[in-house]
């Protein structure tokens, strides 16, 4: 599939699902709590582990967020202190998430954009930080992880919830079985084994960290559910055998760039 037909469907995909929100009038569910930081938003969920730790502080950092959606983490980031930029193909997604900020009262925090990840309209070292949820595998690995790579500052950080393509149970569950709340696939694809290498590449410092492998259960029966004993045999399997990474639901992707600065390390910008 094409670049521009992969954006038709994706687009098309997201601006329903926003304008099926958008019927009803923004509400109480709409609005993010004021002491809704975002290391609260992590707190207890396994996809997002350890982003806190990665990134720091956000207060008065640039933080670049791919994919807005609804806009709940962009507000969650504003309310934590962070000058906010954020995008979203769909325009639909960004007029619903640009709403949602007005109502929270952040919406001066916040710098909305509809674009893609593999065509950012920031100039070089513009941000830097940069996160985002379930985003990367909706974009060209090779080219998206060049322009992350571009926008971030020396020394800038990055961390992505994503999921994995890597388990073949998965991703035939992923297409043919159902589950609640389950989405309507588009043109994305689960990280595989060469898109991880691809997203490596440009950068200083790369790490994966695997989670849901047996508790991976937890989304067949719903957003929401927790199972403790599972998310505990998942951290002592993936301790005593890494390798086992590869039949994980999801991973969190930590990335650094250098610290050098483009001149000295010979990058034209």
């Known amino acids: 599939m094409d670049r521009q037909t992969r954006y038709d469907?994706?687009?098309?995909?997201?601006?329903?699902?926003?304008?099926?929100?958008?019927?009803?009038?923004?509400?109480?569910?709409?609005?993010?709590?004021?002491?809704?930081?975002?290391?609260?938003?992590?707190?207890?969920?396994?996809?997002?582990?350890?982003?806190?730790?990665?990134?720091?502080?956000?207060?008065?950092?640039?933080?670049?967020?791919?994919?807005?959606?609804l806009g709940e983490l962009s507000v969650v980031l504003a309310r934590s202190g962070a000058r906010v930029t954020t995008f979203d193909l769909s325009e639909g997604?960004?007029?619903?998430?640009?709403?949602?900020?007005?109502?929270?009262?952040?919406?001066?925090?916040?710098?909305?954009?509809?674009?893609?990840?593999?065509?950012?309209?920031?100039?070089?070292?513009?941000?830097?930080?940069?996160?985002g949820k379930a985003i990367l595998h909706h974009l060209d690995p090779v080219i998206g992880s060049r322009e992350l790579a571009r926008v971030l500052a020396p020394g800038g950080r990055a961390t992505f919830s994503e999921p994995l393509g890597t388990n073949p149970l998965v991703v035939f569950a992923r297409a043919h079985l159902p589950y609640p709340e389950k989405h309507e696939r588009g043109a994305d694809?689960?990280?595989?084994?060469?898109?991880?290498?691809?997203?490596?590449e440009p950068f200083a410092e790369f790490r994966l960290r695997p989670v849901q492998l047996l508790s991976m259960f937890e989304r067949a029966l719903g957003f929401g559910r927790r199972l403790p004993a599972l998310r505990k045999a998942d951290d002592i399997l993936l301790a005593r055998v890494p390798s086992l990474w590869r039949l994980c639901r999801y991973?969190?992707?930590?990335?650094?760039?250098?610290?050098?600065?483009?001149?000295?390390?010979?990058e034209v910008s």
């Not at 640009?98 to 309209?121: C, K, Q, T, W, Y």
């Not at 595989?192 to 490596?200: E, F, H, K, L, S």
């Not at 991973?251 to 010979?266: H, N």
Request: one cysteine or more; glycine letters at 8%.
């Open 9 to 69: 469907v994706e687009r098309a995909k997201w601006d329903a699902h926003a304008h099926h929100v958008a019927d009803r009038e923004l509400g109480p569910g709409d609005i993010v709590p004021e002491d809704m930081t975002f290391e609260r938003w992590t707190a207890g969920r396994p996809s997002v582990g350890g982003m806190v730790e990665f990134l720091g502080d956000l207060r008065d950092r640039r933080i670049l967020e791919y994919g807005c959606g």
């Open 93 to 131: 997604s960004v007029d619903f998430a640009r709403r949602r900020a007005e109502m929270n009262g952040v919406a001066d925090r916040i710098e909305f954009h509809v674009a893609s990840g593999e065509e950012l309209p920031f100039a070089t070292d513009s941000f830097d930080l940069a996160v």
């Open 189 to 200: 694809r689960p990280l595989t084994r060469a898109d991880i290498a691809a997203w490596r």
């Open 251 to 266: 991973a969190v992707v930590y990335m650094r760039t250098s610290e050098v600065p483009r001149q000295q390390s010979g």
